[in-house]
Structures are given as structure tokens and as C-alpha cells.
């Protein structure tokens, strides 16, 4: 058995070459985030070997986290009547359905453990991965990246929203690591303008990173009924607060 590839950006990024589009547009789209045959190991691990998470909003817009023991104890109908309550809210306000595993809680709490996640979760804190994106966003002083896994499943969905909240949040960013997708299976990341059109939306994708500037408001489009794929990503914020613990910058 082959050794897994060595977890690293693809070598041949210019972050330059990126930043100049980030200044200007304030988001960027960058294709090739990792060589190929890594891209590929990073992606079967979401596609078969996570323990997922039930994330949903309630009332407050604050997470509600579903665990396997929660979901157990629960059953299938209170997860159901928690999932629907999530979804009227979101006619009026933001609200979210999806699932997702909390990487860097997961990582610190020892949840897991070997699990190839938190070789991930460590490589988005270190060196190479902060100095990428500060480059790549212009702001010096970064010194962790949050993550979590996501899975979006058919009716799973993000409304509106500017990723307003803690202080430290510099810029969000987007891992696509979704092998296949058609454009009418919804799921896309859409930019919202101040009269609600949409001003740009990126579809799931395979091995591309998305960084935009925050505040700005977006969302994440329904994945349709019919779609006949997972919309798998890796999420989270470049942060500037000031690092403790582990990983790394945490």
C-alpha cells in the first residue's frame, strides 16, 4: 500500500497572483488548493469516514449541535421536529440545517482520536496555511484559522447572513472538496447586494478555496431534492486574535 500524500498546498500557488483579486472583488476563488492525489484522500475522508454532526439554528441563530448520543436519545422524531423548527424560522430570519463535525472543538477535546481530521485541522493552522492566507488577504498579523466539516444534504441550506460576530474574523473561507455537481442541485455560495439580487454565486466544486472579506452578506442555496451528491466543504474564518493551545494557533 502507497503512503498518503504529504498534507501541503499545491506548490505551485502564487498567492500574488490572488491577492491582486481579492483586493479588487473582495473574494477570490483559488482552483488547485492541493495537489491532486491529496485533494482526493481529503475528499474520501467526507465522503466515508466521518462521524457527522446534526447542526441546526434555533431561535436565537445560535448552533444547536447533534451528537450521535443526542440523536439516539432523541430518535428520529424529535430530530425531525427540531430540523422543521429550523426550517420555518428561516422564512423570517437566519436559520440553518446541515451536518457538520466541529474541528477544532473536536481536536481539543481529543474526540476521535487518529482520526485523519485533525492532521487536517492541524494544517490549516500552521505556518504555511496562515502565511498563505495572509498573503492572500493582505492582513499581516493572522494567526489561526477556525474550520469545521460540512455536509449538506438534500433541504440543507444557510439563509442570509455577514458573518458579523467576533471581532477577530478577517476574512472567511470556503475548502470545495465536491466531486461532482450539476448547477440545478442548488448548494451554491451566493454574495447578496443591499437589494437583495445576487451579485456572484460559486456552485460546489472539486479542490477550490473560496476567501472573501467579512462582513458581506451571503448565503448557501438549497440542495435540491434530486441532487445526487453530498456538497462537502471545509469552513471557517482567518482570525488575528491572539493564538493559545492547540492546534498550533488555537
Known amino acids: 500500500m502507497s503512503e498518503p500524500p504529504i498534507l501541503r498546498l499545491n506548490p ?3 498567492p500574488a497572483a490572488f491577492a491582486a483579486a481579492y483586493a479588487r472583488d473582495g473574494v477570490v476563488r483559488i482552483p488547485g488548493i492541493f495537489e ?3 485533494a482526493d ?6 465522503e466515508q469516514g466521518m462521524n457527522w454532526d446534526v447542526v441546526c439554528s434555533t431561535e436565537s441563530g445560535k448552533a444547536e449541535v447533534l451528537d450521535r448520543a443526542a440523536i439516539q436519545k432523541l430518535g428520529a422524531t424529535g430530530v425531525g421536529e427540531k430540523l422543521k423548527a429550523a426550517t420555518l424560522r428561516a422564512r423570517n430570519g437566519f436559520a440553518y440545517v446541515y451536518l457538520g463535525y466541529p474541528m477544532i472543538s473536536a ?3 481529543g474526540r476521535d482520536p487518529g482520526h485523519p481530521i485533525h492532521d487536517l485541522t492541524d494544517f490549516l493552522n500552521s505556518p504555511e496555511m496562515i502565511a498563505f492566507g495572509a498573503a ?9 484559522l477556525d474550520a469545521q466539516a460540512t455536509l449538506y444534504r438534500p ?14 474574523r478577517r476574512a472567511a473561507y470556503t475548502i470545495s472538496l465536491t466531486r461532482e455537481w450539476r448547477s440545478d442541485w442548488g448548494g451554491q455560495l451566493l454574495f447578496h447586494d443591499a437589494a437583495g439580487d445576487i451579485e456572484r454565486g460559486f456552485a460546489p466544486a472539486f479542490n477550490v478555496m473560496t476567501i472573501f ?3 458581506r452578506q451571503h448565503s448557501v442555496a438549497p440542495v435540491a431534492p434530486y ?3 453530498p456538497r462537502l466543504m471545509v469552513t471557517g474564518w482567518l482570525k488575528d486574535s491572539p493564538p493559545s493551545g492547540t492546534p498550533r494557533a488555537q
Open 36 to 38: 491532486p492525489a491529496t
Open 12 to 14: 505551485a500557488l502564487d
Open 107 to 109: 481536536y481539543l477535546a
Open 41 to 46: 484522500v481529503l475528499a474520501r475522508m467526507l
Open 155 to 168: 433541504g440543507d441550506f444557510l439563509t442570509r447572513h455577514d458573518d458579523t460576530g467576533e471581532g477577530d
Open 227 to 229: 441532487a445526487g451528491a
Open 213 to 215: 472579506k467579512v462582513p
Open 136 to 144: 492572500v488577504i493582505g492582513e499581516s498579523g493572522i494567526t489561526k
